[in-house]
Every structure is written in C-alpha cells, then in structure tokens.
Nanobody, 121 residues
C-alpha cells in the first residue's frame, strides 16, 4: 500500500499563487507516476497534472492549467509538488493527489484525501 497526504491548500485571491504538496509513504518503490486531480462542486473530477519517471521524467498537464501550473518532484522526500500561479476563481476545487505504477488520465491506484483550494475574485 501507498499512503498519500496532501497539504498546502487554502484561500487565495485571483492572480495569486499556491503550492500544494503530496507526500508519499509506504511501498513507494512501486510508484512511477504521481499526479493531481481536482473536483469542483457539482462537477466531475478533472485531470490537472502528472509526473512520470520511467527512465526519463515526463510531465503532463490539463489544458485548463497549461502555462500556469507546474508539477515537480523531490525524490529524496518522496514528495510531489504542484506550483499554481495566476490562479483563477474557476480553479476552486478539492485537489487530490494520486499515485501508482503507471499514469492514467482517470487516476492511479492510490489517492489522498484531498486539500481544498479556494480562489476568490
């Protein structure tokens, strides 16, 4: 099993920045992909960003966050970060971290409990 704990959510004004963290523990040697997904009230869960390390490290971003969000990893800390800049009210959602042996736009094997991001206009 892999445990994921998110942190860094909060309230920020439009145009501001936040950095989310996702710390993984447990059987992390089985993890080669980690990502962020979000779900706003009344909406379906949406892919935000992912990082995959299988020989080379690659990143993927959802269309709505390209150019504004950056995902990166601290291997020594088993932690993935999501740097969110130029935040918009429509970025308001619960952000979930997901991890697993392979990447999927629908989510990986393990999930955190989520952290709430609220962007005020």
């Amino acid at each position: 099993q892999v445990q994921l704990v998110e942190s860094g959510g909060g309230v920020v004004q439009a145009g501001g920045s936040l950095r989310l963290s996702c710390a993984a523990s447990g059987r992390t040697l089985s993890v080669y992909a980690m990502g962020w997904f979000r779900q706003a009230p009344g909406k379906e869960r949406e892919f935000v960003a992912a990082i995959v390390w299988t020989g080379i490290t690659t990143t993927n971003y959802g269309d709505s966050v390209k150019g504004r969000f950056t995902i990166f990893r601290d291997n020594a800390k088993n932690t993935v970060y999501l740097q969110m800049n130029s935040l918009k009210p429509e970025d308001t959602a619960v952000y979930y971290c997901s991890a697993g042996p392979r990447f999927s736009y629908y989510g990986m094997d393990y999930w955190g409990k989520g952290t709430l991001v609220t962007v005020s206009s």
